[in-house]
């Protein structure tokens, strides 16, 4: 069994080696007459990245360096991924995205308030008389504070009222 | 010097500004107390409203108050509840915590406090007298010499990234570098490595990606594992705050000493609070007396008093590299360099003849935060503590909405949320596979500068001989080649060692 670390360089030397072909292969064919006869072309820097990424991520696929310390029992583990409540954090973030989809259709206020209360609910809060009235509140005057205060324009209503 | 801090004090008194360090300050105190939000997270929500300010000083004073306060609040939480928000505060709850439980949570906080003050001002002064210095001979830097600069800066955040990791961090630098040529260069306008998609023309949103990298995996830690997260609060009541004139005199020159050192460590590109606060408690805990020494991790106060000074030094010497240079040497300084950058301020030895009172306003705010947080933040303390007993089920939803908002306000783009997410999900699983983030993130907002430096200096020299022909460039570029070798080399010869020992028994 790998160590997660050297998947991860595993991962990268993929992503590099990808970037490091378009660099070299694809990138200067469009490339104008007049840019050819520079010294540096838009592709040098990355071709220089590329190679220098790909020695990086061999170095630790290969484990040339030896490791450091073994973590604390403080610091966060993925041996111990079991123990964790992983289930709510991959809830949370699909929240998230459903908040990012829903942001420009159902408005600010409604997305805002929902993502709040169901985020709470996720994690265990009952307690709505409290959770409701902060969650309203909160969206209610960050929406303020953007729209009124920043300037920047924030829909808050859903689309089918027109504002 | 003097007329400098003139100007600064006098950009700084306006009642705006004013103001803003307050504000700051208060906001970084309250956040920088809630475990898993540290100053690079904070700075970074912080961001979208410094910009809408406009004024570049304002929004800088801003933010550096914010970064101060965050500290602040950092060792607040470690005394307190022993739950480090920040890494620079954990060699804060060695000693600090032990305090709190004696019931002597007051006298630690305010021994932190003045530590801080301390450790704080003297670094302002320092940055004062070194920044212009170097400014000067900054001045004389073409681009081949700030192009090598960069490198150096880079290397040795991966050089001082500890054994083990150095092959990480640079990694995780260069991903960095390749996320920066994302999008359309300023040299060339071409479109790069956007694979087609619109929303990749301008590149990557910088606070989409610190946001990412910082806020996100931070507040996925507070849900994989509960137990992060404080339930319940502050343990034993704050009261008696006061220190006698014997304790006072016994931590000065620790203070002192930590402060000078902790700010020529904070310069250092790559070697930030963190190492300063736990080299200081190491130092001091070495040179103390015997009988003293033992007192060290059971709640001694020089024990408190070292980290503290050295953190807050070393936070402020890591703005003279961001000042002079324009180049950050830790995460925190990269965020503020990516708030200048957005309001049209270029960081340099240029800016404090163009714009001396951005610098000098900087300056003051320090001076004016610094003591902001020793005589308004010190009696909040024990309210503003209050803020520990929010429950986590309400915390965590409103942490994730203001990453999510940051990097809404910042594009103004739904899809930039989208990259968010997957960003903050793959920065997660890096962070669980030991890999500095720090560096990534100098990377990218180095990446552009470094390639614009370098296509200027290839092209005054029509080639790559502009480093054989500028001495200062070749030796800079030599300096970053050491950095990132000697270290691993000297790593390995003694592990060769140890090796040929072992096998002599």
Redesign the interface.
Known sequence: MMALDRWIALVILMITLAYGYSAFFTMDGGLPPFMQRNPVWPSTFPKVLSVMAILAALVILLGLEKPGTEPGAQDINYRKLGDYKIGQALVLLGLMVAYALLLRQAGFLLSTTGFLVIGAMVLGERRFLILLPVAVIAAGSIWYLVQEVLGIFLRPWPFFLGV | MLEGLMIGLSTAFSLTNLLMVIGGCLIGTFIGMLPGLGPMSIIAIMI??AI?IGDPSAALILLAGVYYGAIFGGSTSSILINAPGVASTVATSFDGYPLARQGKAGKALTVAAISSFCGGTIGAILLMIFAPMLASVALLFHSAEYFALMVVGLSAIAAFA???????A??MT??G??MA?VGE?AL?N?P??TMGIMDLQSGFGFITLAMAMFALPEA??L????SRSSDGGPGGKIKDMRITRVEARQIAPVIGRQSVQGFLIGVLPGAGATIASFLGYAVERNIAPKEEQDEFGKGSLKGLAAPEAANNAAATGSFVPLLTLGIPGSGTTAILLGALIALNVSPGPRLMVDEPQIFWAVIASMYIGNLILLILNLPLIPYIAKVLAV????L???I??FT??GA??GQ?N??E??I??GF??CAT???????PLAPLLIGFILGSM??DN??RA??L????SFVLERPMTLGLLVLAVLLVVVP?YR?RRA?ARAEGVADGD
Do not use: C, H, W
């Not at chain 2, 849900?223 to 509960?226: H, I, Q, S």
């Not at chain 2, 429950?391 to 309400?394: A, E, G, L």
């Open positions: 979208p409203v809408s500890g054994t083990g990791n150095v092959a990480k640079m990694l260069l991903l570098l390749i040529t260069g060339f071409l790069r490595f996925m830690y849900v994989l594992d509960p429950p986590r089920t309400f965590i939803p409103f994730l909405f999510l908002m809404y306000i103004n739904a899809t949320l989208l968010l997410v903050g999900i699983i890096l962070r669980f596979a030991d890999y470094l390639e370098f296509s290839m092209q020299y029509g080639g790559i691993s790593a592990r």
